[in-house]
C-alpha cells in the first residue's frame, strides 16, 4: 500500500468518526494520533476523494432539489417548491401560503417606498391572509385584474385590500369586469382615466404576484361566472390550459386569440417583460398550467409545491 493509499485509509477513518460516529475532531485527533489541524485535512481529502456521500432523509430536502431544478431549467430568478402530502392529489395550500408569504415580505420589509401589484386567485389570497401585520403606509399596492365579475359580484380572491389593511399602503383597483361583454365595453372601459391611472401605478411596480388558473370545467373563470360555458368549450377547443390574469395559454405557452381573450381587461402579460412576475399556484391539477407559462417566459419567479413541481420535472426534463 502506497503513501497515498495510506492517507487515504485515514481519512475514510476520519471520515466515519466525523459523520457517522459523531465524534468531534479533538476526539478523532486523539484516536488516529493525528493533531486537529490534521483531522481536518484528512476530512478535506475524504471530500476531494469523493468519500463522503449526503443524503439528507427529510421532505424538504426533495424539495429543494425540485427547486434548483426548475429554477436553472427555466432560467428564473428563483423558485420555491412548498412541501405537499405525498397521498392527496390536492396542493398543499398552507405550506404554499406561508413560502409565498416569505418571498412577498421581503419586499414589504423595505423602508423606501414602492409599489407591488397582485392578481387574483385563492393562492394570492392565501399568501396576503399569512403575512403579519407590518406598518408601511409607504408602499402601494395595485390590482393587475379586474374585480367584478359580469353579474356586478365582487371578486372575492382579491388581495390587494386585505394588504392594504395590514400595511397601511396605498391601493389601487381595476375599475373594470374580469371580462367584458364585448370589445367595445372594453375599449370603453380601457379609454377611461381611471383605468389608465392604474395602468401608470402598475408600471411602476418593482414587482408582480400572481395566481395561475387552469383551463377545464374546473376553471376558476368559469366556476366564478367571469366566462360562460360556451367560452370555456371555445378555450377548449383551441387546446388552452391555463391562464395568467385571464389571458388564456396554449402549453406551449402561446397566448391564445378567441372571443375571450379579445374582452379580457387585465392588463396585457408584455408590460411586466421588465418586472419580476412571480407565480404562485400548486396542486397536480394546476401542473400543466404552471408548465405553459414557465414554457412561455412570462415569469421570473415561482412559488409552488412539490405536486406540481415533480409534474413539472417529470414532463419537461430529468431531475
Known amino acids: ?33 493525528v493533531s486537529r489541524p490534521g483531522v481536518q485535512r484528512l476530512l478535506a481529502l475524504a471530500r476531494q476523494e469523493g468519500l463522503v456521500k449526503v ?14 431544478a426548475i429554477r436553472d431549467h427555466f432560467g428564473l430568478a428563483f423558485c420555491d417548491v412548498a412541501p405537499a402530502d405525498v397521498d392527496a392529489a390536492a396542493s398543499g395550500a398552507p405550506y404554499l401560503a406561508v413560502a409565498a408569504a416569505e418571498r412577498l415580505s421581503r419586499y414589504l420589509d423595505r423602508t423606501d417606498p414602492l409599489t407591488l401589484s397582485l392578481g387574483t386567485g385563492r393562492s394570492v389570497r392565501a399568501m396576503v391572509e399569512a403575512l403579519s401585520r407590518i406598518e408601511r403606509p409607504q408602499h ?9 365579475a359580469r353579474d356586478g359580484s365582487a371578486n372575492r380572491y382579491d388581495g390587494v385590500m386585505i394588504l392594504a389593511d395590514k400595511t397601511g399602503g ?23 382615466r381611471l383605468y389608465q391611472a392604474i395602468v401608470e401605478v402598475a408600471s411602476q411596480a418593482e ?12 376553471a376558476t373563470l ?13 378555450l377548449l377547443s383551441l387546446e388552452a390550459v391555463g391562464e395568467l390574469l385571464g389571458w388564456p395559454m396554449n402549453a406551449q405557452g402561446e397566448l391564445v386569440d378567441c372571443s375571450t381573450s379579445r374582452r379580457v381587461t387585465s392588463l396585457p402579460l408584455e408590460m411586466f417583460r421588465d418586472q419580476t412576475l412571480v407565480a404562485l ?17 412570462w415569469l421570473k419567479g415561482l412559488v409552488t409545491d412539490e405536486h406540481a413541481a415533480r409534474h413539472i420535472v417529470a414532463t419537461e426534463m430529468t431531475l
Open 55 to 68: 443524503r439528507i432523509d427529510h421532505p424538504i430536502a426533495n424539495c429543494m432539489a425540485l427547486a434548483e
Open 170 to 192: 396605498e391601493r389601487f383597483l381595476l375599475p373594470a369586469p374580469v371580462v367584458a361583454g364585448s370589445v367595445t365595453e372594453k375599449e370603453a372601459l380601457r379609454d377611461q
Open 140 to 148: 402601494r399596492f395595485v390590482s393587475l385584474v379586474g374585480n367584478v
Open 281 to 297: 399556484a400548486g396542486g397536480r391539477d394546476k401542473g400543466p398550467a404552471i408548465l405553459a407559462a414557465l414554457r412561455g417566459g
Open 1 to 33: 500500500m502506497d503513501k497515498f493509499e495510506v492517507k487515504l485509509d485515514q481519512a475514510a477513518r476520519a471520515a466515519w468518526l466525523s459523520y457517522v460516529g459523531g465524534r468531534t475532531q479533538d476526539e478523532i485527533a486523539a484516536q488516529l494520533g
Open 222 to 234: 368559469f366556476q366564478d361566472h367571469f366566462i360562460s360555458e360556451a367560452e370555456l368549450d371555445e
Open 207 to 218: 414587482a408582480a404576484f400572481v395566481g395561475v388558473g387552469r383551463i377545464d370545467r374546473q
